[in-house]
């Protein structure tokens, strides 16, 4: 039998517009990596040029408030599903090693949670997704 699987972003619902794109970025390649099934083949053009594989289905984005967001990070968690996180500190950094020091300085049940992203099983995504509506 045939897993379905669903890979969905959600964002902070009142994020700047620069912001949500930012961070969709940063946390879809957290999920590619995380999940090298989840990557279709690479891409030839028609003179031979290659160009790098992409997600084999689409992500659904949605947002949602800090609540909701908090919520589907713990659901998530419980369900071991695979999750990146953004937190909002993380904009003010320039560096990979810098980010990665303010997100370990988060507390862990009360991340300043800007944006998170899910990979797993459809019904154990969807429930995660419980509360978020789909970003206009």
Known sequence: MVQLTKTAIILLENLPGWKKLNVTAFLATGIGDASPDAMGEMYIDANERE???LFGQPIVVFSASKDT???ALRVSQ???LICSAYVNSM??????????K???AEHADRLDLVGLAVRGRRKEVDKALK???LHP
Do not use: E, N, P
């Open 91 to 100: 904009f003010d950094q320039s560096h990979g090693d810098d980010g990665r």
């Open 69 to 71: 967001l908090l919520r």
């Open 131 to 133: 509360g978020a509506w």
């Open 102 to 104: 303010v997100f370990r």
């Open 51 to 53: 160009y790098t594989r």
């Open 78 to 80: 419980g369900k071991g």
